[in-house]
């Protein structure tokens, strides 16, 4: 069964930078979407960024919510089949549980629509105070 492993969770204050990390197997990275989603108890999750992950064609592309761009980034090591996400200059209202997703299917490019992605980590708090 495949699986997603993020880390990197954690509190800071605002203003302040974190780093997460998701590993996936090598059957599920490459050549699919990937991504950063939050979720803030009793609200839908929303999308942060994604990417398509792998090499040549369109890997790479990345898509970002307009609350977070210019203040994190997406990546991706191909080696390590893991995707990160830089965040920056956070805000209190970036604090959420944050989940890394990524789809079964190769060759889709999914964007920032949580619905479309059917593989989703355990999720990883993030807490931003004042």
């Known amino acids: 069964q495949e699986k997603l492993a993020e880390s990197g969770g954690g509190s800071v204050q605002a203003g302040g930078s974190l780093k997460l990390s998701c590993s996936a197997s090598?059957?599920?990275?490459?050549?699919?979407?990937m991504g950063w989603f939050r979720q803030v108890s009793g609200n839908e999750r929303e999308a942060v960024a994604v990417i398509y992950t792998g090499v040549g064609g369109s890997s790479g592309l990345t898509a970002y919510a307009d609350s977070v761009k210019g203040r994190f980034t997406i990546s991706q090591d191909n080696a390590k089949n893991t995707i990160y996400l830089q965040m920056n200059s956070l805000k209190l209202d970036d604090a959420g549980m944050y989940y890394c997703?990524?789809?079964?299917?190769?060759?889709?490019?999914?964007?920032?629509?949580?619905?479309?992605?059917?593989?989703w980590g355990q999720g990883t708090q993030v807490t931003v105070s004042s």
């Open positions: 997703a990524a789809t079964l299917e190769k060759g889709a490019w999914l964007g920032l629509i949580p619905d479309r992605y059917n593989l």
């Open positions: 090598k059957y599920t990275f490459g050549k699919t979407s």
